[in-house]
């Protein structure tokens, strides 16, 4: 017990070193989306944030957000941690050589991003892909290797790619077709609820990512080439320390094995831009590619200890019980399928077209505390021209319902939203009990005449002058954050809307 104690001990101390429990208001956007996602897990579709489920699921059961991803974080590099010492031993290495894998893992860039910016779910992720190299090295059940890949691909999607060790393992004792055959069990679970989140869960965002515009082509030489010399590239030694082992006669026997997927993950972080679901995205680096390093360092220690001195020990094999296998495929099963029981059907519309974390917040918060208060038989009104509050309130004053056609970014825009195209877009939501009817006070700079569509079709209009009241009717709507379009002159402005339950 000695050396699983330590290994804990050793990212434990490291954690309690470096963290410093930042606040969310100084953290990126990347942040704000998992804690909004925390939230309320079950309706939080906002691409590609909303599929990585596992680790604000877990937080929403935590007194607090913030309490809830520090912990989870804790645990989840401490298991990391543990899971990796037993994963080197299992490979040959003996208790000093696993124990300074732990250490360089504990000490590289990549964990220290995630021990600051505990919000992000790489930690979570990491742990489970580490669990899953594990089980790999033990000769676990096909069926605990599916359980443990679809909770890691319910964590992040990047954790699918560790499903090409089945097969690049196995090939050798069960021939190509025997190993892809395994593979492929293993794999189902976690493709399948991968795919029934995108497909069940938000069918309206089913459609296909598009490329970047060629204007991302010069930005991308400009960036890669700082992007490559940066010192933190190097995880501190690992990866220099891993290029020469690969070289050894015992790094050589890695080649078919590990260090493949060791280049494709160390490699990955560096197309992580195109995954940007905003418009115009360009490529970045810095940062994002460090924190995905942590994916590379369980595949990279094994080629840097090929360096290490003497003899490997060969572990005795691990007996598992029948019912192992059976439970690990019930509960595969039960993971594979969650996106149909365990989440909630409310439908989201896209995110705006600029975006902030708070923004992103306040629109899933907001929208579903005025949904519920619909249900309740409650009306729900904003007023546009009322002064801001304090910091402290300021998440319920974010306008989340514009959306296009109200300026370039009206949430905390002081006084009425004004129009500056002819059509303006709201977010209206609806829960159980739809909304009988939505009265907007509207103004514009000449009498002019305004009409509606909800949800694509006509809803009518008015003719406004100064501080006209317009009621458009809801009929057809969905539960769900449903789109009303204000067909007008530019320079209408929006003063107050009211939500009438039924």
Same mark, same amino acid.
């Given at each position: 017990?000695?050396?699983?104690?330590?290994?804990? $001990? =050793?990212?434990?101390?490291?954690?309690?070193?470096?963290?410093?429990?930042?606040?969310?208001?100084?953290?990126?956007?990347?942040?704000?989306?998992?804690?909004?996602?925390?939230?309320?897990?079950? !309706?939080?579709?906002?691409?590609? *944030?909303?599929?990585?489920?596992?680790?604000?699921?877990?937080?929403?059961?935590?007194?607090?957000?913030?309490?809830?991803?520090?912990?989870?974080?804790? $645990?989840?590099?401490?298991?990391?941690?543990? +899971?990796?010492?037993?994963?080197?031993?299992?490979?040959?290495?003996?208790?000093?050589?696993?124990?300074?894998?732990?250490? =360089?893992?504990?000490?590289?860039?990549?964990?220290?991003?995630?021990?600051?910016?505990?919000?992000?779910?790489?930690?979570?992720?990491?742990?489970?892909?580490?669990?899953?190299?594990?089980?790999?090295?033990?000769?676990?059940?096909?069926?605990?290797?599916?359980?443990?890949?679809?909770?890691?691909?319910?964590?992040?999607?990047?954790?699918?790619?560790?499903?090409?060790?089945?097969?690049?393992?196995?090939?050798?004792?069960?021939?190509?077709?025997?190993?892809?055959?395994?593979?492929?069990?293993?794999?189902?679970?976690?493709?399948?609820?991968?795919?029934?989140?995108?497909?069940?869960?938000?069918?309206?965002?089913?459609?296909?990512?598009?490329?970047?515009?060629?204007?991302?082509?010069? !930005?991308?030489?400009?960036?890669? +080439?700082?992007?490559?010399?940066?010192?933190?590239?190097?995880?501190? +030694?690992?990866?220099?320390?891993?290029? !020469?082992?690969?070289?050894?006669?015992?790094?050589?026997?890695? *080649?078919?094995?590990?260090?493949?997927?060791?280049?494709?993950?160390?490699?990955?972080?560096?197309?992580?831009?195109?995954?940007?679901?905003?418009?115009?995205?360009?490529?970045?680096?810095?940062?994002?590619?460090?924190?995905?390093?942590?994916?590379?360092? /369980?595949?990279?220690?094994?080629?840097?200890?090929? =360096? *290490?001195?003497?003899?490997?020990?060969? %572990?005795?094999?691990?007996?598992?019980?029948?019912?192992?296998?059976?439970?690990?495929?019930?509960?595969?099963?039960?993971?594979?399928?969650?996106?149909? *029981?365990? $989440?909630?059907?409310?439908?989201?519309?896209?995110?705006?077209?600029?975006?902030?974390? %708070?923004?992103?917040?306040?629109?899933?918060?907001?929208?579903?505390?005025?949904?519920?208060? @619909?249900?309740?038989?409650?009306?729900?009104?904003?007023?546009?021209?009322?002064?801001?509050?304090?910091?402290?309130?300021?998440?319920?004053?974010?306008?989340?319902?514009?959306?296009?056609?109200?300026?370039?970014?009206?949430?905390?825009?002081?006084?009425?939203?004004?129009?500056?195209?002819?059509?303006?877009?709201?977010?209206?939501?609806?829960?159980?009990? /739809?909304?009988?009817?939505?009265? $907007?006070? @509207?103004?514009?700079?000449?009498?002019?005449?305004?009409?509606?569509?909800?949800?694509?079709?006509?809803?009518? +209009?008015?003719?406004?002058?100064?501080?006209? /009241?317009?009621? !458009?009717?809801?009929?057809?709507?969905?539960?769900?954050?449903?789109?009303?379009?204000?067909?007008?002159?530019?320079?209408?402005?929006?003063?107050?809307?009211? =939500?009438?339950?039924?």
């Amino acid at each position: 017990m000695r050396g699983p104690l330590l290994a804990v $001990l =050793l990212v434990a101390g490291a954690i309690l070193l470096r963290f410093e429990g930042t606040a969310l208001e100084y953290l990126p956007l990347d942040s704000w989306m998992y804690a909004a996602a925390a939230d309320a897990p079950g !309706v939080f579709t906002a691409r590609p *944030w909303g599929y990585r489920l596992l680790g604000p699921a877990l937080v929403s059961l935590a007194p607090d957000v913030r309490t809830g991803f520090a912990a989870l974080m804790a $645990l989840s590099l401490c298991g990391a941690g543990l +899971g990796l010492y037993l994963f080197l031993r299992r490979l040959g290495h003996g208790e000093a050589a696993a124990l300074c894998g732990v250490a =360089l893992f504990a000490v590289s860039g990549p964990v220290a991003y995630s021990i600051r910016n505990p919000y992000v779910c790489e930690p979570l992720t990491a742990c489970l892909g580490i669990l899953f190299l594990l089980a790999l090295a033990a000769r676990a059940p096909l069926g605990v290797l599916a359980l443990v890949a679809a909770l890691a691909a319910l964590s992040k999607e990047i954790a699918l790619g560790l499903l090409a060790l089945v097969f690049l393992l196995r090939r050798e004792e069960r021939g190509w077709r025997g190993a892809l055959f395994d593979a492929a069990q293993v794999a189902a679970p976690a493709l399948v609820t991968t795919a029934l989140l995108r497909i069940a869960w938000t069918p309206q965002f089913a459609a296909v990512w598009g490329l970047p515009g060629g204007s991302a082509v010069p !930005v991308l030489w400009e960036r890669l +080439g700082p992007g490559l010399l940066d010192p933190g590239l190097l995880l501190g +030694g690992v990866l220099p320390l891993a290029l !020469v082992g690969a070289c050894t006669a015992r790094g050589r026997a890695l *080649w078919t094995t590990w260090a493949p997927l060791a280049l494709v993950y160390t490699l990955l972080p560096f197309s992580a831009w195109l995954y940007d679901p905003r418009p115009g995205r360009l490529p970045f680096f810095g940062e994002t590619v460090h924190r995905l390093l942590i994916y590379a360092l /369980p595949l990279l220690l094994p080629l840097a200890l090929a =360096l *290490w001195p003497g003899p490997r020990n060969t %572990p005795a094999p691990v007996a598992f019980a029948r019912g192992w296998n059976r439970l690990g495929w019930a509960l595969a099963a039960l993971v594979a399928t969650a996106p149909l *029981w365990a $989440l909630d059907g409310y439908r989201r519309g896209p995110l705006p077209e600029r975006f902030n974390g %708070p923004v992103v917040r306040a629109l899933f918060g907001e929208s579903l505390r005025a949904a519920a208060a @619909l249900d309740r038989g409650e009306s729900v009104r904003y007023e546009l021209e009322r002064e801001l509050p304090g910091r402290a309130t300021r998440r319920a004053a974010l306008r989340f319902f514009l959306r296009g056609g109200w300026g370039s970014f009206p949430y905390l825009d002081p006084g009425p939203a004004v129009m500056d195209a002819t059509r303006g877009e709201l977010s209206i939501p609806a829960g159980h009990r /739809p909304p009988r009817s939505l009265r $907007l006070t @509207l103004s514009a700079p000449a009498p002019a005449d305004v009409r509606f569509e909800v949800e694509g079709r006509a809803a009518g +209009g008015c003719r406004v002058e100064t501080h006209t /009241p317009c009621e !458009v009717a809801l009929e057809g709507v969905v539960r769900g954050d449903n789109a009303v379009v204000v067909h007008a002159v530019p320079g209408l402005r929006l003063h107050a809307l009211e =939500l009438q339950p039924r």
